[in-house]
């Protein structure tokens, strides 16, 4: 019960990594028309999740959490980024990840990327990987709803109905993350990875990313 707990507490949006100030290119996505509702929205992070930034988060998280020292993945964590949105926004929800469960947990871990950081952390822990990566996974796309009902005129019910409907794809992407090797890792969300670009110049704009 207490491992669960402590993935609950470092998953929650509570938990000071500013989570809440990154959209992961979503505000370029709605800006352009391109999630506009519901149904769009569910598709975007479906995409995400299944085949792209989601996806490729949990591999390196699963990657992190079998090696003895996560360096190396947080270099191809780095590498892999599409752009300076996304490299900046996994490089500071990490830094501030490491700092709180370093400083909290006694957890000897510094400077990495978000999803390296906590499957570093969930190994040093004893934390199950199985657990870990839904947990993560819902948590990603949990913010990205939030993201949506700020900046769309979509209601409280609607975006849990939509975050209901990706359960498959989250449990899914888990599952087969915790037994992708990390030469395995990919993206394919195109069109996500574009918007993160573009958000770079997006004026005006609510987000960090």
Same mark, same amino acid.
């Given at each position: 019960?207490?491992?669960?707990l ?5 998953l ?7 989570a809440?100030a @990154? ?6 996505? #709605?800006? %352009?028309?391109?999630?506009a509702?519901?149904?769009t ?6 995409d995400l ?7 490729? %988060?949990?591999?390196?998280l699963?990657? !992190? ?6 360096? %190396?993945?947080? !270099?191809?964590?780095?590498a ?11 490089d500071?929800?990490?830094?501030a990840?490491?700092?709180t469960?370093? &400083? ?9 990327t978000?999803?390296?950081a906590v499957?570093?952390?969930?190994r040093?822990v ?9 947990? @993560? ?14 900046a ?5 019910t ?9 359960s498959?794809? #989250? &449990?899914?992407? &888990?599952k087969e993350?915790e037994?992708?090797?990390? !030469?395995?890792?990919s ?14 110049t ?8």
């Amino acid at each position: 019960m207490s491992h669960a707990l402590t993935l609950m507490q470092w998953l929650s949006p509570a938990f000071p990594i500013g989570a809440f100030a @990154y959209s992961h290119g979503l505000e370029q996505a #709605i800006a %352009d028309g391109v999630v506009a509702d519901a149904k769009t929205l569910r598709e975007w992070l479906r995409d995400l999740l299944g085949h792209g930034s989601g996806r490729a %988060d949990a591999i390196l998280l699963a990657a !992190a959490y079998r090696a003895d020292d996560p360096s %190396d993945v947080d !270099a191809t964590a780095r590498a892999f980024a599409a752009g300076a949105e996304r490299l900046k926004e996994t490089d500071l929800q990490g830094a501030a990840f490491c700092d709180t469960a370093r &400083a909290v947990w006694g957890i000897e871990i510094a400077g990495l990327t978000y999803p390296v950081a906590v499957g570093a952390a969930a190994r040093a822990v004893g934390i199950p990987l199985a657990e870990t990566l839904p947990l @993560y996974l819902h948590a990603f796309a949990s913010n990205l709803v939030s993201v949506a009902q700020r900046a769309l005129p979509l209601g409280q019910t609607d975006g849990q109905t939509v975050l209901a409907t990706l359960s498959s794809v #989250i &449990a899914k992407t &888990a599952k087969e993350a915790e037994k992708t090797p990390l !030469a395995a890792l990919s993206s394919t969300s195109f069109a996500a990875d574009i918007a993160a670009m573009r958000h770079e110049t997006l004026q005006p704009r609510i987000f960090r990313t």
